[in-house]
């Protein structure tokens, strides 16, 4: 049992003494006197004839969800005359009543609608020094129904309307993109629908803000079966109910918003159906099924913790996750069974992964507690934590998988294995019945990038449970393990024919771009390795293994 000891932090002020004081005030005053008369007066400003130089002539925004607002984009506008100028109005040009909003120099121009805040619509009389420049800051949120019905932009200007009548236009263009919204309703008192998933370790209640998918929504119809059709983009937590099964089509695409994720229920199961790229190409996703944050901007294709997980809860042995890519959540797989943990391993969830891609979690890809975990040609990289972290016992089972960490810190590992959860007063044990990793790759930035944590109970004559393990053909970077029994070197029992990487020279798979999320070997480590076979013979790209196999989820595919 540990104790948690909160300490109360205290503030110290420096002191000052009464000379230090007084030099400080004196400071101050001088400042102050030199901004007094160093601001100008003399200022006059001419209404504007001349013209201005825009950064650029055309500001795209990129591509948004009906009715979801955008990012910010900036526009930079220039005097590059000598004269003080004052322009008579700054407007869209569809004034009131266009989707996009300005604001001009910090202002946020006329009132129209007595809100008391302006509409960023219309600005009049802009003051603009000589050789100064200002900013114009952009956003949109449209319907799909006001965009161009055969582009679907959504486009207007915004017009700088000049005393002689010259006007100045930079277009704006963003697209819209329709989708199927599935969020939780608000009652009248506006408190949102919740999701009980009963009691943490701590016996604390777990509730999330969330709905049950319904085979009859009435506005989304079938909720139960996503496809190709439109986008899908979730608020809260969508659960899929018990007796339920969600589908998910090839191609489909799910956008996940802050806080918000998929939960499958203990007596519900889910089927994710993508299929391989056409032609072997790693760079089409057409075909994949596409998990990832709501914000489609560039900005934000490769930022870790946009949302929330996909919670597998499910005892059910029909869950199947084939050819997804799941990106930027906080964990992307949660597998574990409803709490308290550690009572029943009847159940225990149950989930087969195959051609799988996990990236850029803020901590875990797939954390697995207590769980029945088969995986083939999974690939998982750059995550806070682990790539893959199988805890708290269960049996997993991983052959040709590819498990990558470069996260920048000291202490991620690409693979966690271990028997036990420690909470604040408890330690939960359960038995690790397997966890057999067979022609896999465990690499990454640190020396050590496969941790086992076995409980140990010590002298105490607590309870122990089972560490079962078996690494196989696998290519692990494992340095400095102070000939801890569990591990290689001394530990051969466990490790058979197994590719000690204690450098970043020997037995490096020189994967294409970690940074990009390209994992495919451009070494052929085959001839340095003994030959291995396979029972999967193809790999996540559909590629034949029948003449040549490698360890890990893809073929060697050597650098152009």
């Known amino acids: 049992m540990k104790l948690k000891t909160n300490q109360s932090k205290i503030l110290f002020l420096p002191k000052f003494s009464f000379h230090t004081m007084r030099k400080l005030l004196l400071f101050l005053a001088v400042f102050t006197s030199l901004m007094l008369t160093s601001c100008r007066d003399d200022f006059e400003f001419e209404p504007s004839t001349v013209q201005l130089r825009f950064n650029r002539d055309t500001v795209y925004l990129d591509t948004v969800f009906t009715n979801i607002g955008s990012s910010t984009y900036r526009l930079k506008v220039y005097n590059d005359s000598d004269k003080d100028i004052s322009i008579p109005t700054i407007q869209l040009g569809k004034g009131a009543n266009s989707n996009y909003r300005i604001m001009v120099d910090g202002m946020t121009g006329e009132d129209a609608d007595n809100s008391g805040i302006g509409d960023g619509k219309i600005f009049r009389n802009v003051e603009l020094l000589a050789k100064d420049s200002m900013f114009v800051f952009i956003e949109v949120t449209s319907d799909i129904a006001d965009a161009n019905p055969s582009d679907f932009l959504y486009t207007d200007a915004i017009e700088f309307r000049h005393a002689n009548s010259v006007v100045q236009k930079v277009e704006l263009v963003t697209l819209i993109q329709d989708a199927i919204f599935i969020y939780p309703e608000r009652d009248n008192q506006n408190v949102y629908e919740t999701i009980s998933l009963g009691l943490d370790e701590n016996g604390q209640p777990i509730e999330f803000i969330g709905s049950n998918l319904s085979e009859n929504d009435p506005v989304n119809g079938d909720e139960l079966h996503w496809t190709n059709q439109k986008p899908y983009v979730v608020y809260g937590y969508a659960m899929v ?179 036990y959860l420690e909470t604040s ?36 004559g607590g309870p122990d449970a089972t560490f079962a393990y078996q690494f196989t053909h696998t290519l692990i970077r494992l340095n400095n393990t102070n000939n801890n029994p569990l591990y290689l070197p001394t530990n051969t029992t466990n490790f058979t024919n197994c590719y000690q990487a204690t450098n970043s020279q020997t037995f490096n798979p020189r994967l294409k771009s970690v940074t990009q999320n390209k994992l495919w070997p451009t070494e052929d480590l085959s001839s340095t390795m003994p030959a291995i076979t396979s029972s999967f013979t193809q790999d996540i790209l559909g590629k034949s293994r029948t003449t040549q196999t490698c360890i890990g989820a893809y073929q060697f595919i050597p650098n152009p």
């Open 241 to 419: 109910p018990n007796g339920k099964n969600l589908v998910v089509d090839a191609g489909a695409r799910v956008h996940f918003h802050a806080n918000s994720g998929l939960i499958v229920s203990q007596n519900a199961s889910l089927q994710i159906n993508g299929t391989a790229p056409p032609s072997n190409d790693p760079s089409n996703l057409s075909n994949e099924v596409i998990f990832e944050g709501d914000r489609l901007e560039n900005l934000y294709s490769d930022v870790p913790g946009q949302w929330g997980a996909v919670m597998v809860l499910s005892k059910l042995n029909t869950n199947s996750i084939n050819h997804l890519t799941l990106k930027n959540a906080t964990v992307g797989l949660l597998i574990q069974k409803r709490l308290p943990v550690g009572e029943d391993d009847s159940q225990q969830p149950r989930v087969t992964i195959s051609n799988t891609q996990i990236y850029n979690c803020a901590n875990v890809g797939i954390l697995a507690r207590d769980a029945v975990v088969n995986g083939h040609n999974v690939v998982i990289n750059n995550c806070g934590q682990a790539s893959l972290a199988a805890t708290l016992g269960g049996s997993y089972t991983f052959d040709h998988s590819t498990f990558n960490n470069n996260w920048n810190s000291s202490r991620q590992v690409a693979v966690l294995v271990s028997n």
């Open 425 to 460: 007063d408890t330690v939960y044990l359960s038995d690790l019945n397997a966890a057999n990793f067979t022609n896999c790759i465990i690499y990454g930035s640190n020396q050590n990038m496969l941790r086992l944590d076995k409980y140990n109970a010590g002298t105490s």
